[in-house]
């Protein structure tokens, strides 16, 4: 166990690791967000109060919840960074700010566009897509917080500061449709009680929901690899490394 | 599949506008998380190796780099 935590703080032990997990891991996310897509835009049927608008749940949904996640992801690593000091937590915690701002964007927009056929409306100041617009900017703040700082350490600690005082945002993000009185739907997945989803609907939502968490893993790996490689530049292992590629 | 025609694809009764659009910019922000890592490490490689090259004193880059500058 202890072997493990003391692996997992040495940068070239991660570095191949994830290499390796890369490999069999990026071709099955490809898949699985390919088939997902085509299965949720040409082979269900259409939702019978919004017709085929309601298509774009397959990858709004996706999208917000993985976002979500990836706030999870990036609060406990800076809790980490910030308690023990880990080196690799800072990197994990800086990994995930790009790709959860690009989800959380991709979660506004595709609503936005989803929003004026059901809605009427590209935008309103709604509890569950205000409180969206805030993630957005916590995930954004992290990153211009980062670079900011010329001293690593100082700018790794107060991204994580930022990040545990913006976790605030998360619960009221998901209880707002219920909190509120919202143009937003409630939630349709629950994973107590019955959902309000057909099961040919919710097969390729899940899907593809499974997918962007696979996305997120990905990107995350990698996004962690290039930042070692960045940070370990002076050292000899990262030198032989590059000495292979020029070869 | 569920549409009849190609054109019922596209226009999907009149949403397709708004379908096809949100899955292109998804398309495209997927595409962008994915590959910008990859070209970030490579770009840091390709420096290293560069600089790699240079403190070992490689006649050859040298003089590639002289007559290409001339």
Redesign the interface.
């Known amino acids: 166990m202890w072997t493990f935590f003391h692996k997992l703080g040495s940068p070239p032990w991660l570095y191949g690791i994830s290499g390796t997990i890369l490999r069999y891991l990026?071709p099955v996310t490809l898949v699985a967000?390919a088939v997902g897509?085509v299965w949720g835009?040409?082979?269900?049927?259409?939702d019978f109060r919004q017709?085929?608008?309601y298509?774009?749940i397959y990858?709004?949904v996706p999208?917000a919840v993985v976002a979500l996640a990836g706030y999870y992801v990036m609060a406990i690593a800076g809790a980490v960074s910030l308690i023990w000091k880990m080196k690799m937590a800072d990197i994990a915690m800086k990994s995930c700010a790009?790709?959860g701002a690009?989800?959380t964007?991709?979660a506004l927009?595709?609503g936005a566009?989803?929003g004026?056929?059901t809605w009427g409306t590209w935008w309103v100041w709604d509890a569950r897509i205000t409180s969206m617009l805030i993630l957005l900017f916590l995930y954004l703040g992290v990153i211009a917080l980062y670079e900011a700082y010329d001293n690593k350490a100082a700018a790794g600690k107060a991204c994580a500061v930022l990040t545990l005082v913006g976790t605030v945002n998360i619960p009221i993000i998901y209880k707002s449709v219920d909190w509120w009185y919202s143009l937003h739907q409630p939630a349709s997945i629950k994973f107590t009680g019955e959902s309000s989803i057909d099961t040919s609907m919710l097969y390729p939502l899940l899907l593809t929901i499974s997918a962007f968490y696979l996305?997120f893993t990905?990107?995350l790996l990698?996004?962690m690899?290039?930042e070692i490689?960045?940070r370990e530049?002076r050292t000899k292992w990262?030198?032989k490394?590059?000495?292979m590629?020029?070869d | 599949?569920?549409?009849d025609s190609l054109g019922a694809?596209v226009h999907?009764?009149?949403?397709?506008v708004?379908?096809w659009?949100?899955?292109m910019?998804?398309l495209v922000?997927?595409i962008?998380?994915?590959l910008?890592?990859?070209r970030?490490?490579n770009r840091?490689?390709?420096e290293?190796?560069?600089?790699?090259?240079r403190s070992q004193g490689a006649p050859s880059t040298d003089e590639e780099s002289n007559a290409s500058g001339t």
């Open positions: 990026l967000l897509m835009l040409l082979y269900t049927a259409p017709g085929n608008s298509r774009i990858i709004h999208a790009p790709i690009a989800l964007f991709v927009v595709t566009i989803w004026k056929p996305m990905c990107a990698m996004n690899r290039a490689l960045e530049r990262v030198s490394l590059a000495g590629e020029s | 599949m569920y549409f694809l999907m009764d009149g949403h397709g708004y379908v659009s949100a899955y910019i998804t922000v997927i962008f998380i994915l910008s890592p990859i970030r490490k840091i490689l390709s290293m190796a560069g600089e790699l090259r």
